[in-house]
C-alpha cells in the first residue's frame, strides 16, 4: 500500500490526515493523479450525494472600507464596480425568488462593508422576515463583522446559516487585508454558531499562497468545522493589488480541492467565485476529486456558475441533482 492509499483508508476508517502528510501530498511530483483519486474516494464515501445549490443576491455593493487586496469592492481600488445602498426588502425576494425557481435550497443576502449598523441589521432583520414568508429556502447571510446580539437579532428574524470567509492562511491574511483581523472573523463564527446557527466559511486559492500556506488554511477550516465550505478561485480584478496574479492552473485547482477535501472529509465544499474561469472539463474533475454543492449565479461582482451546466457536469459524475429533493 502506497501512502496516497493508506492515507485514504485511514480516513475512510475515521482517522484524519496530519499537516505534514497533507504538505508531502502535496509536494509530490506531478502529475498528480493519485491524490486526485484519493480525494475523489473519500468524497464518493462521505459526502452526501446530493449536489446542493444556494443562491446569494448582492444587496448593497462598493465603498467598502476595508483593503482586501482582492476585492473589486473594496474603496481603495479604483475598479470601477458598480455601488449602491441596500436593495431594499423586496428586490431581496425577487432575487430569492428567481434562485429558488432555479434550483437553489439556500439563499444568502450579502452585503459589502466591514460590519452592520443598527439600520443595516433593522433593514436585513425586514428581508429575511419577508423572504422566511414567501419562499422555502434556508436563509444565509454575509454582512461582515457581527456581535453577538446583532446575531441573535438576525436569527429571531429568520437567519439559519451565517457566511463568514477566513479567505486563507491566517498567516497569510494580514498580507493582504490590514483593516480588519481573521480572529475578528472567528469570533463572529463563534457567536454564530452560540446562537445556533449553521455556519458557511471558506476562502479564495490563487491568491499567491504558498503550499505551505493552503495546507494551513485547509486545517484552520477544519478547526473552525463549518457545515459548508464556499471556495473561491481568485477572478483577477482590475485596478485591485491582485489582478498581476492571473488566473490560477486548472491542477493548482484540483491540488487545493483534493487538499480542502481530505483534511475536511465530510464538510461540502462548494464551487464558488472562479467557476466561470475554469474549462467544463476542469470544472468536471473539481466534482470528481471533491467539490460537492455551487452557487446558482450571479455572484457579487463576477458571474457565477450556469445552474444547468453545473447541474448536468455534477449528474455525470454521479450526483443526486433531481429537483423534487430541493426542498429538504
Ligand atoms: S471582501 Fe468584504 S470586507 Fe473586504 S473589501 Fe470586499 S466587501 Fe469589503
Known amino acids: 500500500m502506497n501512502i496516497f492509499q493508506e492515507i485514504t483508508e485511514r480516513i475512510l476508517k475515521g482517522g484524519e490526515i496530519t499537516y505534514d502528510e497533507a504538505l508531502a501530498l502535496l509536494s509530490a511530483e506531478p502529475p498528480h493523479e493519485e491524490l486526485y483519486e484519493a480525494a475523489h474516494r473519500v468524497t464518493e464515501a462521505l459526502t452526501p450525494k446530493r449536489f446542493d445549490f ?20 473594496s474603496a481603495h481600488w479604483r475598479t470601477g464596480c458598480e455601488t449602491f445602498p441596500w436593495i431594499g426588502a423586496e428586490a431581496c425576494l425577487k432575487a430569492a425568488l428567481e434562485a429558488e425557481a432555479k434550483g437553489a435550497t439556500r439563499f444568502g443576502i450579502v452585503t459589502s462593508g466591514r460590519s452592520l449598523d443598527e439600520l443595516g441589521v ?42 463568514c470567509n477566513i479567505e486563507t492562511a491566517p ?8 483593516t480588519h483581523t481573521v480572529e475578528e472573523k472567528r469570533e463572529t463564527l463563534k457567536a454564530a454558531r452560540e446562537a445556533g446557527l449553521s455556519i458557511c466559511c471558506g476562502g479564495i486559492i490563487g491568491m499567491g499562497e504558498t503550499k505551505e500556506q493552503l495546507v494551513e488554511f485547509a486545517f484552520a477550516l477544519k478547526e473552525i468545522s463549518p ?56 470544472a468536471k474533475r473539481c466534482i470528481y476529486v471533491g467539490m460537492s454543492a455551487g452557487i446558482v449565479g450571479p455572484l457579487l461582482t ?26 429538504d
Open 171 to 178: 498567516s497569510y491574511f494580514p498580507d493582504l487585508c490590514t
Open 122 to 163: 433593522e433593514e436585513v432583520c425586514e428581508a429575511l422576515t419577508l423572504l422566511r414568508e414567501k419562499t422555502h429556502l434556508h436563509l444565509c447571510a454575509s454582512l461582515g463583522i457581527l456581535s453577538k446580539e446583532h446575531i441573535e437579532r438576525l436569527k429571531e428574524a429568520g437567519l439559519e446559516w451565517l457566511h
Open 302 to 327: 463576477t458571474p457565477g456558475g450556469d445552474y444547468d451546466d453545473d447541474r448536468h457536469l455534477a449528474a455525470l459524475v454521479g450526483y443526486d441533482v433531481s429537483p423534487d429533493l430541493r426542498k
Open 227 to 282: 457545515n459548508s465550505i464556499p471556495v473561491n478561485v481568485l477572478h483577477p480584478i482590475p485596478g485591485t493589488p491582485l489582478y498581476e496574479k492571473g488566473i490560477l492552473e486548472p491542477e493548482r485547482v484540483l491540488d487545493a480541492v483534493a487538499i480542502l477535501r481530505l483534511v475536511n472529509p465530510r464538510t461540502p465544499l462548494r464551487f464558488a467565485g472562479g467557476r466561470r474561469d475554469m474549462s467544463d472539463e476542469t
Open 54 to 73: 444556494c443562491g446569494i443576491v448582492n444587496a448593497r455593493s462598493g465603498l467598502c472600507s476595508e483593503n482586501c487586496k482582492w476585492c473589486a469592492q
